[in-house]
């Protein structure tokens, strides 16, 4: 296979608009191999000139690398460009970042867009959680956030995530405008910037600790906690937030401590992938701690560790998602409280707002929607970790007031004699034993997702009640009694999840339950990963 003219002339283009010296050498090297018939340069440059990169499940990302779709400074330039065109007025904005390779310069590039722009921007002084810029954005009502991030996506990537007034993601049709707006703006080499942005004081990121720390409502504070931020920028930041909040006896996984955009000692930077957690929970095994926290390398996700018998294991995002739901609903000052999570979360939480009188609804996966999911909201959950503890400060999953809750509910736990899974326990009994689980396939060729859902939707399950979202989701939903299987391409990842859940009434014991349980979720996996394989 030969260069296409098409592809050199566009790949010529972006050179010409780049304005980053490094990147510009960076693709002028991939054409040039390309073009002396290099064909996995050629393989290459196809990728990075695919197109451009669009706002998904929670904002822009893609490995940092030169062309069209690739995180970049000419990509960040010309995203706010559109953005701040969009906006169509002045404001204030605010602009932070993790530790990742490239998100200083890319943080850097947003803030001199913006303010180039006409807008009053600050930024964060230095790399911080994702959950201090969405609190700030909401606290002192800007009109947009921008925080340069992947989350826990793999080493190689970056990210641009976008927050509008109130403190939320961005949700259609604002996306889409957006990204006509980035359409229109010129080559990045022509877009104005400016340097007369100011950093955020350290006051205000002092306000957000301040907050979180008055979350807990319990008075006992006696728990030996193990912590790991997973090379990512929430380590001190968690320490300190637990610190003001009583808990002082916090052991942190040395070797995963400091910030490191390589994340060395995990293959993937998720608390959700397998090994991810094993250092946190031999460190807590070690100093016989109460409880393991893990958080996401920008601090927005929280998993939490238990010893199970002689082990210690992780706990799944529907247990995490649970507990701490039925805490918030327990000492909630609302008369009319909602809580809400996402349609591939576990059922348990509706069970549980019903016995508690409370309002309750399902949305879309992603907290986009989860933070729009009606007034008197208290508290929302995903599966994948993400939880909101404190939606009045933070319309946002975040990882540090959970893992501060989840230390207050662990805490008064341990002084009645109790753990966290005698509290999972009582609420199986109480509402029936739910068990999750997920099958998660990862891809190189992108085009097999869209192939399997379309395969998927031609020939669902006969013996499955089936449900196509479409057009509003790519989502299918399959159901039978006691039964759901939710399948959806991921919206951060190269992946295709199917999400599972059995229910089994309590009758004849929990273990009984538990046995009869896991048995039809274990045929259940063995079933759905043939059938999306």
């Known amino acids: 296979m030969s260069l296409a003219p098409a592809l050199r002339d566009a790949t010529f283009r972006w050179i010409?608009?780049?304005?980053?010296?490094?990147?510009?050498?960076?693709?002028?090297?991939?054409?040039?191999?390309?073009m002396g018939g290099d064909a996995a340069a050629l393989e290459d440059l196809q990728d990075r000139m695919a197109g451009p990169l669009t706002f998904g499940t929670a904002g822009l990302r893609g490995p940092v690398r030169a062309g069209t779709n690739g995180m970049n400074v000419a990509t960040v330039v010309r995203t706010t460009a559109g953005l701040a065109s969009w906006l169509g007025t002045s404001g204030l904005v605010f602009v932070g970042r993790d530790a990742r390779h490239g998100s200083e310069d890319f943080a850097v590039a947003?803030?001199?867009?913006?303010?180039?722009?006409?807008?009053?921007?600050?930024?964060?002084?230095?790399?911080?959680?994702?959950?201090?810029?969405?609190y700030l954005v909401r606290a002192h009502g800007?009109?947009?956030?921008?925080q340069i991030t992947a989350s826990h996506n793999p080493p190689a990537d970056n990210g641009y995530k976008l927050y509008l007034t109130g403190g939320s993601q961005i949700?259609?049709?604002?996306?889409?405008?957006?990204?006509?707006?980035?359409?229109?703006?010129?080559?990045?080499?022509?877009?104005?910037?400016?340097?007369?942005?100011?950093?955020?004081?350290?006051a205000d990121v002092d306000a957000y600790l301040e907050q979180v720390a008055s979350l807990p409502r319990g008075n006992s504070r006696s728990l030996k906690i193990a912590l790991t931020p997973m090379h990512g920028v929430g380590g001190a930041f968690a320490v300190e937030a637990l610190r003001r909040a009583g808990f002082t006896d916090v052991h942190v996984v040395r070797s995963q401590a400091v910030p490191d955009p390589d994340f060395p000692t995990v293959v993937f930077p998720n608390p959700e992938e397998p090994g991810a957690s094993d250092e946190l929970l031999s460190l807590a095994a070690s100093v016989d701690a109460d409880l393991a926290i893990a958080l996401d390398p920008d601090a927005d996700r929280c998993a939490l560790g238990v010893k199970d018998g002689e082990t210690w294991r992780m706990l799944r995002g529907d247990e995490t998602g649970v507990l701490l739901g039925s805490l918030v609903l327990s000492t909630t000052e609302s008369t009319d409280p909602l809580v809400a999570t996402t349609i591939v979360s576990s059922s348990l939480l509706k069970s549980i707002a019903a016995a508690h009188g409370a309002r309750y609804a399902e949305t879309l996966t992603g907290f986009k929607w989860l933070a729009r999911a009606g007034e008197g909201l208290v508290f929302a959950y995903e599966e994948a970790l993400g939880n909101c503890v404190d939606p009045v400060h933070v319309a946002d999953k975040d990882g540090i007031s959970a893992a501060v809750v989840a230390a207050d509910l662990a805490a008064g736990l341990k002084a009645s004699g109790r753990t966290l899974l005698d509290a999972l326990d009582q609420l199986a009994t109480d509402h029936g034993l739910h068990l999750t689980d997920q099958v998660s396939l990862r891809y190189t060729d992108l085009s097999l997702i869209g192939a399997t859902m379309a395969r998927l939707r031609a020939n669902p399950p006969a013996d499955f009640a089936s449900e196509d979202l479409l057009p509003g989701a790519d989502v299918l939903r399959w159901t039978a009694e006691g039964v759901r299987v939710i399948v959806r391409p991921s919206g951060t990842e190269p992946k295709l999840k199917a999400y599972l859940e059995v229910v089994e009434p309590v009758t004849d014991g929990l273990e009984s339950a538990r046995a009869s349980g896991r048995a039809r979720l274990a045929e259940l996996r063995e079933r759905v990963t043939a059938l999306v394989s």
Do not use: H
């Open 171 to 202: 949700v259609p049709p604002a996306d889409g405008e957006i990204e006509k707006a980035i359409e229109a703006v010129p080559a990045a080499v022509s877009v104005p910037r400016n340097v007369t942005y100011t950093t955020v004081s350290d």
């Open 110 to 134: 947003a803030a001199e867009v913006m303010a180039a722009a006409g807008f009053d921007v600050r930024v964060l002084p230095g790399p911080l959680p994702t959950p201090v810029l969405a």
């Open 16 to 34: 010409a608009d780049d304005p980053s010296d490094a990147t510009r050498t960076e693709l002028q090297g991939v054409l040039a191999r390309a």
């Open 142 to 146: 800007a009109v947009a956030g921008i």
